[in-house]
């Protein structure tokens, strides 16, 4: 029960902060709605592309590039932003578990808003191609859950080691490529309105790699902490 007192009250800091700042959440979101309606002129620039072969193609990879940037720009802060003297308050009150499980959680929550609005945004400049809506929205879902354990975890790394940047994108490559490659391709199963029983096992292999990243997070987090 300590663990999850204390998880929960670094929760309501997280949302506490966030929502006195809104640095992150608007940030991000100004980010996303500039890049769609950047890529919605771009697309009107070539006549008919729409309704070519393509289009579904190009119009998912291009949600997922820009739900992916949106991701690190808001994910990659979680411990950077974080003084050393906070850190060391921490470090007196709660267990390092309770820390990089709030953090998950709190960074979980904030990319399915922004995913689920980006989608909202996404659909209003942009033709609907989804064939099934609700199987695509699963996946979007799981993909903000899938970067933001990934992205976590990392940021939480990279901030041991004097917050280089270079070194998260590192670190993150090998991860989140097939965490990426799963995505697209559910999510193209979702906008072909293919049976959702040939997704099962992408589900399956993407909810694997969560629990792998999540439970050596756990494993490694503390040690990370005591530096």
Request: charged content about 10%; glycine content about 4%; proline content about 3%.
């Amino acid at each position: 029960m300590k663990l999850v007192d204390q998880t929960w009250e670094l929760f309501k800091k997280e949302i506490v902060l966030e929502w006195r700042s809104k640095y992150a959440f608007n940030g991000v979101l100004l980010y996303v709605v500039s890049t769609v309606f950047v890529c919605y002129i771009s697309f009107n620039l070539t006549p008919g592309f729409d309704k070519s072969q393509g289009y579904k193609v190009v119009w998912n990879v291009l949600f997922w590039i820009i739900i992916l940037f949106a991701s690190v720009n808001a994910i990659a802060k979680s411990f950077m932003q974080e003084s050393k003297s906070r850190l060391l308050y921490y470090y007196g009150i709660a267990s390092p578990h309770a820390i990089i499980l709030s953090k998950t959680i709190y960074n979980i929550l904030l990319m399915s808003l922004l995913s689920i609005l980006a989608l909202l945004v996404y659909l209003v400049f942009f033709t609907n191609t989804i064939g099934d809506p609700l199987f695509y929205f699963l996946v979007v879902v799981l993909g903000s859950f899938s970067f933001s354990t990934v992205f976590t975890m990392i940021s939480a790394i990279a901030s041991k080691a004097g917050n280089n940047g270079t070194l998260m994108a590192i670190l993150s490559f090998p991860v989140i490529i097939p965490v990426i490659l799963i995505l697209i391709r559910l999510s193209k199963n979702a906008m072909d309105g293919i049976d959702r029983s040939v997704s099962y096992g992408d589900i399956g292999v993407l909810c694997a790699i969560n629990a792998i990243v999540m439970a050596t997070a756990l494993l490694l987090f503390p040690y990370l902490w005591r530096d």
